[in-house]
Every structure is written in C-alpha cells, then in structure tokens.
C-alpha cells in the first residue's frame, strides 16, 4: 500500500489518532480498493471505533502497491502508541505538514510515515507492524429506531456540568426530551457523590428521531474522546442507538472524504438510584428492597446476540470468500467463541469477529513475512445487510 | 540593571542542579552549573547589560550559591513586574545581596541576603587539541521545536552530520520504531552549516532536552561538534534593547561500548 | 427543617461562585449554616485536611436572593446547619457565571441533598435548559451547633489595611518555595514587613505608606526580640506573628473577589486575622494562629 495525504488531511488523521488513541491501544489499518480503514478496540471489548477515509482523502492512492497477488490490500496492526508519536501535535500539524506519505516496506515490514513539512524539514517514522490480521466488529446502524443528529457543541456544553471523575453517563430518550445523568454504580457511598442530571430538548438537536423511549448508560472516557474529535473538526454528530444493552453507534462525518464510526455498549442502568426526583421516603424504601432482591439478577448479562441474524448475514456473504467448507467450520466456532466471551463479564460487548481467533485452518495461517498471503478468515461487512445507503462498502457482491 | 527579568528567565534555564557557580568576571556576570561529568551549562551576561558593573580585577569573584533561591528572589514580584536590581558582594564567605523594587508599584521594596559557599573549581571539559568537524547555526525556536516532537520515552539522540545530502539528520530509537528527521543545509531554518565529513555522535536525550528551557528564550543556536564528540551549544538571546546575554551547554557523548 | 432560595441577579450569581470557588480551595469541607438573614460558609479546624485557617464567611441573603425561605429545626433553634463538600459545591456551581437562575433546596433523595436547579441558556437557541445538581449533605445535630459559632477573638493590637492582595500573593508564593513560615510584621507607621528566614537566605518585603486602622498601644517585647530591629525603629511600636506561609497564601487566594479593602489584624505572636469584603457586602474572615517557638 501507498498514499499521500495532502496536507489540510493530515490534521483530520491526526485528530483521529488521538481520538482512537482514547478507544483502544492496537491500530488496525486495512487497505481496500477505494478505501483505507483504520480501527481499534478497547481492551474490555466495550467501544470500538472505525473510521474509514475514502480515496478521495487521498492525493495520490494505491491500495496494492508492492503486493505480489492481485487485489490484495494491506491488513496489519500497529501499536497506538507508534502511531500517536508520528501525529504528535496536531495543532502543530496543521501549520507544519505540507505532505504526508504512508507506505510499506515489505522488507523489514515495517510502515513508514514520512512527512514532509515547511522549510524541508523531512520527518520519517519506521513503524513495526506487529501483526497481519484485520479486525472488524457487528452491529447495526440503520435499522434503529432512536436517530438524533446533533451539533457536538451541545453535547459537549451539557456535559461540562458533570465532574471530570464521572465516568459513566445515562441517556435516557423519550419523544420529549433527552436527559443525561451521570451514573453512578450500586458500590459507591452516595453520600459522596453528587448527581447530576440534564435535560435538554429535542428542539435543540438538528434532527431527533425517537422511535421507542430508551435508557442506555454507557461509558463517559470514551463519548468524550469522540465529541473531542467531532469538535476539533467542526463536524455534527449523529447517534443511532435501540434498546437497552445494545451498542450505540455514534457517526461523525463530512460527507465526502471520511466517515467515523464509534460503537460503545450499553449497559442497563440500576433505576432506582438513578432518578433524581424527590421521592417519598416509603416509596423509596420499598424500591430501594426491591432493587436489592434483584441485584444479582441484573448483573447478569444479557445476551444480545442475535444468532440467526448473524447466520444470515454470514450466509449472504459467503459467496466471495474461498474455502467454503473451512469457514462453516471457522463460523460455529467464532459464535460459541463470542458467547462464550459475554458470559464472562458482566457488560455487553460488541460482537468481535476478530479473525485471528478463528482456530484451526490451515491455510489461515498468517505469518509477519507472508504479509501477502491472503486472509481466509471470513471478513463480512455487517452493514450491507439492511440496505444501508452508504457509498462505501461495496465489497459484497 | 532596571529589570532583572530576563536574568531570571535565563537563570532558570539553566537550573537543573542545586547549586550553581557565581563568577563575576570583568566582562560580565557567568553562572555555571554542571550535572555529573556529562553537562556543564552556564549563562553568561556581558557587563553592557547592567547600567553599573563594578569588579575587583585583582582577584577571582567566585563563590557557590543556590540557584533556586536566587531565581526565586530574582522573581519575587512575579513575572508580571518590571523590577529593577541591585546587586552586592563584599567578599569571601559574605552573602549575596539584592535589592529588588518593582516598576509599577513605588511604596515597596525587597531586599534579600543569599547565603554563599566555597566554589569547587569549574570542570574544564574543552580539549583544546580537539578540532571542530561541523558547525551548524540554526534558529532557536526552530530547533525547539524539532526537540519537542521527538518521542520523550527514547533513550539515545543520535546526530548524522555530512556534507552529502541530508545534511543533518536527527535519529532516535523507540521500543520498536526508528524515527528519523532530515533538516537540509538548504532549509530555512538553517543559518549556516560546515561539515567537512560524514561523522555519526550519540548523546543522552534527556542531557540534549535540558537545552529547552533556554532554546525557548533565545533567538539563535550554534552548534559544534568536536573531534572527540563534545557537543558546544552556544545560545544567544537578544534583548529589546538590543544587548545579549547567553547561555552555553556542553554535552558529553555515549561512548560506544 | 425546610430550605428554598432562589438567585436571579447575573453579579450576585458570579459572586457566590467565585466565594465558594475559594472556600472549596481553602478546605476540602465547610458547614453551611442558614439563618433568617444570612449564609454562613464555616471552616474549622477539625473538619479537613492538613489544617487550614479558620474561615468565616458571612452572605446577606437578601443581597444575593430574589426568595428566601427557610424553617428551622423548631421554634427555638430557627436555624439550619449542615456539613458539605465545598469541592462538590464549587464544582457544580462553574456554570452559575453564565446561568440565568439558581434555585437551591433541601431535599431528601437516597440522603439528605442540597439541590442546585441551573437554568443555563442553550448554545444555539434562545431557551434555556435545566441542570439538577443533588449535593449530598450532612445535618449538624444542635447539640454541635456551638462549635460553630462566630470565633470569640481577643482584640488585635494593630489593624492595617493590605496593599493588592494579588501582589501579596506573588511574593508569598515565591517565598513558600524556600521557607514554610513567613513573620509578618506590622508597625503603627504604616509599614508592613514579610520575611522568610533559613539557612540560605533571608529575604524581606517591605511595604510602606499602609493606612493604619487602629492601633492599640505600646507592644511589650522582650529584649531578645529587639536585635532584629533597623537603627529607627521603634520597637514599642511594631508587632509581628509568625505563621504558616501556606495557609497565608491559601487565602490570599481570595483576591479574586476581594474588593477595595482587606484589612489584617494582628495579635501580637498570637494570631492574624484577615477580613475582606466583597462588592456585594460578602464579608470574609480568616483566623491564622501564630507559630510560637
């Protein structure tokens, strides 16, 4: 792979390593004909974020350069960090960076980011590549029934009314109105705590779709790193968003040259200690038992996975991968693999089709030096499936 | 002088020790402070900065004084205030006194009497039969800027002179990446540059970063390199009112193993 | 016991943030004490951290408030006390300075609660959208209510009005790198001295043509004290109290609201006291006791 990015781009890349930087500590960079992705995913698989540049981000693009077999991008991992270190600044970036060119060096396999800046100053980076898989995750985006498209500023001012050691906030949506609270889990003396709770009307919000009245609760670390990035770039922000304990998906985009997709789950919040309104002492007791009966019980996760909806998927695409017999195999391995996972921690996670997990192939086998070897792992796009209109994506047949 | 401002900044850029040596030299006022055998700075005030400059020339003024504390008093209206500074030394073993009275404000006044020491001699870390093979003059926030991009967590600075081109390259190594930076003798930010043949020299980073403080100060960096692989950053930081004052390091390479 | 006050004023608003803003730097906690006719913010010496100053701090409500509501524990004891985090408080009330209205009740939700109503204006509209804050709190039994009373002071032996509280805080913040105890001195001729003494140095700030409040009488010294004195001066005139240039310099921190006069009060070796008042008749005290060796 090689391209160069011309240099008002290079800030937008730049602001998105930071913001993935917040998400996850491994970027995954995938080259595709018309596109390049990057990736990454946090550590406790609860937020995810992709962000997908178009060729036309690009001043010059070659998905396949120094690639030995035909149609064959680059698909690799590189550390967060080696990546926030060539986009140090990106304040500076923007009065310094003329030009930047990403390619690799299929010798020594490494990525080299070379920039080239004012007064010919000539800034290179040799990245390691530390791995040779891609990584994609399932959710869905389009078929939702709560859309809300907002300026981030409103977003960000409501949410400098919360502490900064808030760390999960609670978004509960109703036709009327869109209250944020900040959560606060049973553990924690609420005699120390204050709560905070904002209401904001539907009026301020360019566009506001609710479809059925939801409360989802997720992470604050992560909301902020991408309004961050929707801020710094000037960008409205969208949030498609269902029931609770399924992702949230919030969309920052400019229309032409890149989209940001950030998935965060959700978590259901506990009622009782949430509501800021004056309840009646007796009343609050007796809920206050009621919730601690049920405890145990809502801690248990819930298994959002919608099995058959993935079969379906994976059939419909199954039609452009090669080993067929392989992948039936690789497939029912990869779902009990994934519920496996849920059971063991308490928050819902993404479903990872994380293709380095699938066991036993043979030929999947991907080695450092054999960068070009093709990836057998199934790399299914969830998005094609509910005629989602997106420009991109049209690796499906 | 009238404002002991600029005094302070650069005595502050050269704090990285405790203690520092207090020379007053007929041509001006030079403060040196070294860490371990590897960097010796100093900052160096030529007499045309002070409106009276008065020095026995027929003895060494020499005496070991905190720095820390004379920065602090040199600021202790703040950073804010214009305050004009009076200095005196009667003599061996005699503290140092100042006498500080803001600009703006005229019913105040501070007076401050820093206690002095003994000065251990000054290490003399120039070979006088290593020869220079490169110079390069480039200017001040320029270079700083190149140093605060590099990634704090490397260990080594490695400078590649040469008269081919890239003529300076900046190398430094991470846990698993190489970062590289070219700087072309044709660049803007390149005042003047000499180098007779290629030569490779390493240094600590963190010796090299001790430079920023000053490097934000000032206006212009000359540095050379000898022989032996001693580094001579020589920074000059010019005034409004058109005098200098200067601030010099000299770092010592890693030696190969 | 009931509680409800409403600010409408933007400067009022703006004031009663800024205070608490430096209470909450003062100490970590504070009783919070509601009469007919006043706010009371107390900081004493048990409730936090590394020993701050004592803190009164007295608001007329009626200065700050469009409603005023408040009963008391009961016929006899008509006021409200309660312990809160000054921290929580100050944090939450960042917004009031571009708020158009603060409601502030007591209310009862999982604890007791102050509750903060903020009306903020929308970013890109014209409306206003509401902030609830619920800051929980602790009711201070009657039987405590005497810790917490006006501190009963002896009578300073100099008054003397401060220079810019901004420039003290300069020159104290430099000294607290080399010295953690600054002598402060005052002498009825309106001349004030701060000095920090160690090993290293010895530095003095000395301000002169300061308006002298009141001045009780010829201070008594000892005659060991009198070597540190400059050829003219007289002694009997001059008193000085040894304290901690922390705490000074935690409530010179106040110079952010600090109108026209801040006077200080000392008590020869004993005690220094700082008041100041605000534009909005907001008065504040500090008590700092002297460091006797």
New interface residues.
């Given amino acids: 792979m090689k391209c160069h990015v011309p240099g008002a781009n290079v800030k937008v890349l730049a602001r998105t390593v930071h913001a993935l930087a917040r998400f996850g500590d491994e970027l995954y960079l995938e080259s595709l004909p018309d596109c390049i992705l990057l990736r990454t995913l946090n550590a406790a698989e609860s937020a995810y974020a992709m962000v997908k540049f178009n060729k036309n981000f690009f001043s010059y693009f070659n998905y396949n350069f120094y690639s030995t077999e035909d149609n064959e991008g680059l698909k690799c991992k590189i550390?967060m960090?080696?990546a926030l270190?060539?986009f140090?600044?990106p304040a500076?970036i923007e009065k310094?960076v003329e030009n930047l060119e990403i390619k690799l060096d299929p010798e020594s396999c490494?990525l080299i980011f070379q920039l080239k800046c004012r007064?010919?100053?000539?800034?290179?980076?040799?990245?390691?590549i530390?791995d040779c898989k891609a990584m994609q995750a399932v959710y869905t985006k389009d078929s939702v029934p709560n859309r809300i498209s907002s300026?981030q500023?409103?977003l960000s001012?409501?949410l400098?009314?919360f502490?900064s050691s808030d760390d999960q906030v609670t978004l509960e949506a109703t036709s009327h109105s869109l209250i944020l609270r900040n959560y606060i889990d049973c553990s924690i003396d609420?005699?120390?705590?204050?709560?905070?709770?904002?209401?904001?009307?539907p009026?301020?919000f360019d566009s506001y779709l609710i479809g059925a009245d939801t409360t989802i609760t997720f992470s604050l670390k992560e909301f902020r790193a991408l309004l961050t990035f929707s801020e710094a770039l000037n960008l409205p922000l969208q949030l498609h968003f269902e029931t609770t304990g399924r992702p949230a998906v919030f969309i920052v985009h400019n229309g032409t040259t890149f989209e940001a997709h950030f998935v965060l789950a959700t978590t259901k919040p506990d009622n009782a200690?949430q509501t800021?309104a004056?309840?009646n002492?007796n009343v609050?007791r007796n809920k206050r038992k009621d919730t601690s009966t049920l405890g145990s019980a809502k801690k248990k996760p819930h298994l959002e996975t919608d099995i058959s909806k993935c079969l379906d998927e994976d059939s419909h695409l199954f039609n452009f991968v090669d080993m067929p017999g392989e992948n039936e195999i690789n497939l029912s391995n990869k779902l009990s693999g994934s519920i496996i996972k849920d059971n063991v921690n308490g928050k819902d996670r993404i479903d990872l089709m994380d293709c380095d997990n699938i066991p036993a192939s043979p030929a999947a086998r991907t080695m450092i030096k054999s960068v070009f070897k093709r990836c057998f792992e199934s790399t299914f796009d969830p998005r094609s499936i509910q005629g989602a209109v997106l420009a991109e994506n049209s690796d499906s047949d | 002088m009238d404002s002991g401002k600029t005094l302070c900044s650069l005595l502050k850029a050269i704090q990285f020790q405790e203690s520092a040596v207090f020379c007053a030299l007929p041509e001006g006022l030079k403060l040196t402070v070294e860490e371990g055998k590897c960097v010796q700075a100093s900052a160096y005030v030529p007499s045309d900065n002070f409106t009276e400059y008065h020095v026995r020339d027929d003895v060494d003024v020499m005496f070991k004084i905190s720095i820390a504390v004379l920065s602090e008093c040199l600021n202790i209206f703040g950073s804010g205030e214009e305050s004009s500074l009076k200095m005196y030394y009667r003599g061996e073993g005699s503290p140092l006194l100042l006498v500080l009275q803001p600009q703006s404000m005229y019913n105040v006044m501070t007076d401050c009497e820093i206690s002095t020491q003994t000065a251990d001699s000054v290490l003399e870390l120039r070979d006088e039969d290593a020869e220079e093979v490169a110079k390069l003059v480039l200017k001040a926030p320029a270079f700083l800027g190149l140093l605060a991009d590099i990634e704090r967590s490397c260990e080594v600075f490695e400078l590649n002179l040469s008269p081919e081109h890239p003529n300076v390259s900046i190398v430094t190594y991470g846990m698993q990446d190489r970062s590289c930076i070219d700087m072309p003798k044709s660049s803007d930010m390149v005042q003047s540059f000499s180098c007779e043949s290629p030569v490779t020299l390493r240094y600590q980073l963190h010796h090299i970063r001790s430079i920023m403080k000053a490097l934000a100060i000032s206006t212009k960096v000359v540095l050379r390199c000898s022989s032996n692989g001693l580094m001579l950053l020589q920074l000059k930081l010019e005034k409004e009112d058109q005098r200098q004052m200067f601030s010099e390091f000299y770092i010592v390479p890693l030696l190969d193993d | 016991m009931k509680f409800r006050a409403v600010m409408i004023d933007a400067g009022p608003m703006r004031e009663f943030s800024n205070v608490v803003t430096i209470i909450s730097k003062l100490s970590k906690e504070c009783v919070l004490r509601l009469t007919d006719d006043h706010l009371y913010f107390i900081v004493s010496e048990e409730n936090s951290g590394p020993s701050p100053p004592v803190l009164w701090c007295e608001i007329p409500q009626r200065m700050f408030c469009s409603e005023y509501q408040m009963i008391g524990l009961d016929e006899e004891h008509k006021d409200i006390y309660m312990a809160l985090s000054s921290g929580n408080l100050a944090r939450s009330l960042v917004t009031l300075k571009t708020a158009k209205s603060l409601k502030m009740k007591l209310t009862k939700k999982q604890c007791p609660c102050l509750t903060l109503e903020i009306e903020t204006p929308c970013v890109l509209s014209q409306q206003t959208r509401q902030v609830t804050h619920d800051i929980p709190v602790t009711v201070i039994p009657r039987k405590l209510w005497s810790d917490y009373h006006e501190p009963r002071i002896p009578d300073p032996d100099i008054s003397i009005e401060l220079p810019s509280l901004k420039q003290l805080r300069t020159t104290i913040d430099r000294m607290r790198t080399m010295a953690s105890e600054v002598v402060i001195r005052a002498s009825a001729e309106g001349r004030l001295t701060l000095q920090i003494k160690t090993d290293m140095a010895k530095v003095s700030t000395r301000f002169k043509g300061l308006n002298v409040e009141a001045f009780a009488g010829p201070i008594e010294h000892s005659d060991s004290e009198t070597e540190e004195t400059q050829a003219n001066e007289d002694m009997s005139r001059i008193c000085y109290c040894r304290v901690d240039a922390k705490k000074l310099s935690m409530f010179l921190s106040a110079e952010q609201i600090a109108s026209n006069r801040t006077v200080c009060s000392v008590v020869h070796k004993k005690l220094v006291i700082l008041c100041l008042q605000t534009d909005e008749n907001v008065k504040l005290q500090c008590f700092i006791s002297g460091i006797v060796y």
Avoid at chain 1, 119 to 128: D, E, L, N
Avoid at chain 1, 190 to 201: A, D, E, M, P
């Fill in positions: 550390s960090k080696s270190n060539t140090k600044s500076h310094q490494k007064h010919g100053i000539v800034k290179t980076h040799f990245v390691s530390l300026p500023r409103i001012d409501a400098s009314n502490q609420l005699t120390k705590v204050i709560r905070t709770q904002i209401s904001l009307k009026a301020e200690s800021t004056t309840q002492t609050e």
